[in-house]
């Protein structure tokens, strides 16, 4: 059974840095496109930043040049470098791993920042 476990998460002020993690197990399969979502209170599910297996990147124009996407393949893990946070920055951050057999998402990651 595919599980992802975000990591990372926490309180930072603005103008500060966290780097999240998601670790995938449990399939032999090769992991296509990995994808950083996030949930602000009230607000719909959106699109951070996405990563190929090749490493081809994407990223939501709200955070061009301030987030950094980036994958260990060996590791089956993705990670998001996310620099000069700003309060609207405040969400759960989901990580989805597209294979082959289907899309799976992990639990979340609750990311905060004070003013």
């Known amino acids: 059974q595919v599980q992802l476990v975000e990591s990372g998460g926490g309180l930072v002020q603005a103008g500060g840095s966290l780097r999240l993690s998601c670790a995938a197990s449990g399939s032999p399969f090769s992991i296509n496109d990995m994808v950083w979502y996030r949930q602000a209170p009230g607000q719909q599910r959106e699109l951070v930043a996405t990563i190929t297996r090749g490493s081809g990147t994407n990223y939501a124009d709200s955070v061009k040049g301030r987030f950094t996407i980036s994958r260990d393949n060996a590791k089956n893990t993705v990670y998001l470098q996310m620099n000069s946070l700003k309060p609207e920055d405040t969400a759960v951050y989901y990580c989805?791993?597209?294979?082959?057999?289907?899309?799976?998402w992990g639990k979340g990651t609750l990311v905060t920042v004070s003013s």
């Open positions: 989805n791993a597209q294979y082959t057999i289907g899309n799976y």
